[in-house]
């Protein structure tokens, strides 16, 4: 059974930092896209970073470019995202997702994780 954990959520003022964690269990994700969308209540799901599977080429949504990096780790099957100078605006749900492929904004990923909430205090 395919799993993807995510930890590391919380609250934290605004100019603070957090690190997520992905943890994948029941298969390797070392060829496949892995990355990081967020939810805020009212509002639809979005992409917020991406790691390609084998040349880790990473992409953000622009928003957060310059404040989010995206890192994986393939013997851990892992991923992470390091947030830096968090805004009220970044507060949302935080999910992980997997795909077969390469790293596309949709939601149209294969596998996703329970979500980790991230509250940005003003």
């Known amino acids: 059974q395919v799993q993807l954990v995510e930890s590391g959520g919380g609250l934290v003022q605004a100019g603070g930092s957090l690190r997520l964690s992905c943890a994948a269990s029941?298969?390797?994700?070392?060829?496949?896209?892995m990355a990081w969308f967020r939810q805020a209540p009212g509002k639809e799901r979005e992409f917020v970073a991406g790691?390609?599977?084998?040349?880790?080429?990473?992409y953000y949504t622009d928003s957060v470019k310059g404040r989010f990096t995206i890192s994986s780790d393939s013997a851990k099957n892992e991923v992470y995202l390091q947030m830096n100078s968090l805004k009220p605006e970044d507060t949302a749900v935080y999910y992980c997702?997997?795909?077969?492929?390469?790293?596309?904004?949709?939601?149209?990923?294969?596998?996703w994780g329970q979500g980790t909430q991230v509250t940005v205090s003003s």
């Open positions: 997702a997997a795909r077969d492929g390469g790293v596309v904004t949709r939601a149209t990923y294969n596998y």
């Open positions: 029941g298969r390797t994700f070392s060829s496949s896209a």
């Open positions: 790691i390609a599977g084998r040349s880790r080429g990473t």
